[in-house]
Each structure stands twice: as C-alpha cells, then as structure tokens.
C-alpha cells in the first residue's frame, strides 16, 4: 500500500478552504502527499468539510483527520458542548506542549488527547476540576476512524499576527513574537498523523530534517543596529576565534555614520540585509524600497552580501514576504512569523512563496537587558545570557528542532568572546551541525526538491522506497 496523506479540497466547492495549513506541514515534514477529493489515500486530513464519500472511506479502512470539525460534518453523533475563546491547550498527549492557539473553537466532550481547559489561569480548589475536554477525540468507524477536533489547528499554521508574551524556560523573559505557537501545533498534528497511519498497520514516513544524521543544527546570527564601537568587530573575533561563522544582517540607517567598521566584520562570516528604515511596512511597495535601499547601500560600500534578510524588529507581514519573493530572496528569519521549530514556505494569494521563512528564537542580550530593567532586575550580565542560551539549545535539541540563535552588538559585543565560548561547551557533545543560517537554507531547499514514493507492504513488513533520494537525505519509518 502507498504512504501517502490525502489533504482534501474539492475546487468545485467554494466552501472547502484551501488547506495551506496541511499543506505546510506535510511540505515541511516531506511525507508523501498530495491534494484530492477522492478517497484515494490510506490517511485523509480534511479541514471544517467532509465529502459524501466521508463514511464509505472509513467504513473500508481509511482514517480521517478533521480540524476545525462541525459536527454537522460527521456521520456519527459527537456531543459538542459549546464554542469557547481558548488562549492556551495542553498538548502534551501528543509529543508537544503548553501550546498558545488564541483562537475561538468548538469544544466536543469524550475521551481523548490533550486538553482544553474552559477556565484558564485558575486555581484548583477542594480538588475540584472543572470543565476540562479533549483536544482531539477519535471514533473507530467500520474498519476505519475519524480523529476530529473542534479547534482550527491547521487554519491557525497560516494566520499573521504577533504580540509580548512570556517564553518557556526563560525565567519569565518577554519577547513581541508569533502569537501562536505554530511549531508545537505541527507537532500534535504530526503526531496525529502518526497514530493514524500506524491504525492501518502502515508506517509514517517521512525525510529527516538534516543531513548524516545529525540530531539538529545550529546558527547564530547578529542583527547589526549599529555597530556600536567595537562592539561588532568583538563579536566577529570571537566567533572565529571560536570556529564559528556568522551571519550578520545589516541596517542601513543605523549603520551610515559607522559604515567603516562594517569592514571589520571578517570576511569568513556572512553578510545579509536588515532593511534601510529599522522599521515594517503595511504596503507592499514601501517594503520593496525599504529591502531595496539596504541593498543598494551595502552594494556601493563594496560589501559582498547574500539574498538573505532579517526583518527589523522581528516584525513580518505578508507583503515583506511578497517582496522579498519578487526580489529573489532566499530565505528571511523572522521571530514575529514563527519563534521555533523547522522553516517553510508561506502560501501568499494562493501560491506557494519561493522564499523560505526560517524561524529563531527571539531571545537575544539587548532584550533581555530591557527586560530585566523594567522589571527592576538589578543582575543584567554574561551569566544570564549563557544561562538562556544553554536552555534555548537543550530545548531544541530535545525535540530536534533547528537551534538558531542571534543577538545585537550593543549589549552583546563585550560579552561576546565569554558568550560564545560557553556556547562551543554546550555544542560539543551534541550531535549538531554547525553552520551558517544560509547553508541551512539552502540544505532546506535541496531536500525540498526531493521527490519520492513509499509502499509499504503489511505482509512482509517491507517499506520500498523511490526517487530522486542520494546518500545525504535519511529516510524515517515511524511506529509508536
């Protein structure tokens, strides 16, 4: 039987949303996948509709998924109790976390995995647990089923928006990044593809995420508001002096009066763009001039740069995207996008962008300083800073997540040569791969342009694999 993940859509129906959620995650997971509207497929993820075939699927074996599920949509009874504002989901159950969805939902009471609690931010009291349900909720349906959950898990992988939140791990650290936690939602909804497959006696199988086995990747980069003195040139010493290369983003304005110490940044480490304004735009054209100016800039000073970007701030819109997509980018990195977890490629106007998006983690020196200032911290140092560090890459690692770092100069740059030493110490006896953040990207793209097929045979346990696969990709065949 093929391994394959249907994601349906019907393009005869105007009410089927296009699933540009499902379609990143299996993009991103590299699954084999395609788009129908038969049941043609052994797992089929369907988003708020099901088709008529829906019941005869599961009847014959197949498994569905169903996010943002009407109950109106499946062929059995559900008890959907009500719709609810929810911030936070516990999806433990399912190899994730705590996870920050900020959405409306419906709320279907059974038993199942993960949990939605109606009243968040309480204390328990007497023992008394109130009004806590399920995240998704499985029905064995003929010699098939239905995982169904009333949350727009998959929706919510797409939408903008950023906001100051608190970040695991990190003694309360605040940060403007992704409202939503989109890497842990992939990560329950994976699993539940997981699960679904190994139903029907079949192996989810996928491609890992980097090359020769190695168990994550680390980068760091230095978003260059000004080069503060020596501040820059301390980080750039250091890292050689370190082994590492850097990849540092550049601003224009910020940067003018200093232009001859950019010269000091060494020519091992890499250069990219952080716009001319330190600013976002709403507009699509005052994005493009704003990418454009820092190019120009940094072209006239002599400074060899990539098709790489940085937003400044963090921030990041569909139209930056659209224009850095029109200018041939490579990649952009941009924590007001997605603060963790693997890159993607967002779906603009119903096209797939050419332009990576490649999340880090917002953490960096210069915030946590203004950090700890208003909240009255008097401890501001390097100490802290390893401390973060260190947690941040035993996280990733943890869960095999990309480790990608960055800081500033201004606060940075004295404790650079302290910092980054101690990084090297966590690094070295973890099975990473240590690189720059566009070495990174262009492995993603190249094991993006992998097509392959699976089948798997149930009788002899054996998994065939085709395509255009060489010794650097690892195929993964996952039972639980």
């Not at 540092?248 to 009066?257: A, I, P, Q, R, T």
């Not at 106007?349 to 880090?360: A, D, Y």
């Not at 700890?372 to 008097?378: A, C, L, R, V, Y």
Request: charged share 20%.
């Amino acid at each position: 039987m093929k391994i394959v993940v249907g994601i349906y859509h019907d393009p005869e129906n105007e009410r089927t949303p296009k699933p540009y959620g499902w379609m990143t995650l299996c993009e991103q997971e590299k699954v084999p996948h395609k788009i129908t509207d038969k049941p043609d497929c052994p797992v089929i993820v369907f988003e708020g509709y099901t088709p008529k075939w829906f019941s005869e699927f599961m009847e014959t074996g197949g498994i569905g998924i169903v996010t943002d599920c009407n109950p109106m949509c499946l062929p059995f009874n559900v008890d959907c109790v009500f719709e609810m504002a929810i911030e936070y989901i516990d999806l433990s159950d399912l190899d994730s976390s705590k996870t920050r969805v900020s959405c409306i939902g419906k709320v279907f009471n059974g038993i199942g995995l993960g949990k939605i609690s109606v009243h968040e931010n309480r204390k328990t009291k007497s023992g008394i647990i109130q009004d806590e349900f399920p995240v998704f909720i499985f029905q064995s349906y003929g010699k098939g089923g239905c995982w169904y959950t009333g949350l727009p898990l998959a929706k919510l992988l797409m939408v903008v928006g950023d906001t100051l939140r608190e970040f695991e791990l990190l003694d309360g650290f605040s940060e403007r990044a992704a409202a939503i936690d989109k890497h842990k939602i992939i990560q329950a909804l994976r699993n539940i593809l997981i699960r679904s497959f190994n139903f029907r006696g079949l192996p989810y199988v996928h491609l890992w995420y980097y090359p020769k086995k190695y168990q994550s990747v680390f980068t760091f980069r230095v978003d260059v508001d000004g080069a503060f003195g020596r501040n820059l040139k301390f980080i750039s010493d250091a890292a050689i002096s370190n082994g590492f290369v850097i990849t540092f983003f550049v601003n224009k304005s910020l940067c003018e009066k200093d232009a001859s110490l950019l010269l000091g940044i060494d020519q091992k480490h890499e250069i990219g763009n952080h716009a001319d304004i330190h600013n976002l735009y709403t507009d699509y054209s005052s994005n493009l001039e704003n990418i454009h100016n820092c190019k120009q800039w940094l072209d006239i000073l002599g400074i060899d740069q990539g098709m790489w970007f940085a937003a400044p701030r963090g921030m990041w819109n569909l139209n930056l995207h659209k224009a850095l997509d029109d200018l041939g980018y490579l990649f952009t990195s941009d924590f007001g996008c997605a603060a963790a977890g693997f890159p993607f490629y967002p779906f603009i106007s119903g096209s797939r962008s050419k332009t990576l998006q490649i999340p880090v983690n917002p953490f960096s020196a210069e915030r946590a300083s203004i950090w700890m200032e208003e909240n009255n911290f008097t401890d501001f140092n390097s100490d802290f800073v390893k401390k973060s560090f260190s947690r941040i890459i035993e996280d990733c690692y943890l869960h095999n997540f990309p480790i990608m770092l960055y800081s500033h100069p201004e606060k940075f740059g004295p404790m650079a040569n302290s910092v980054i030493r101690h990084i090297k110490q966590d690094l070295a006896d973890l099975n990473v791969w240590i690189t720059t953040v566009s070495k990174f990207a262009e492995w993603w793209n190249y094991r993006d342009s992998c097509i392959y097929d699976a089948e798997y045979d149930p009788y002899t346990k054996e998994l065939v694999v085709t395509g255009n696969l060489d010794t650097e990709i690892i195929i993964k065949e996952i039972v639980i």
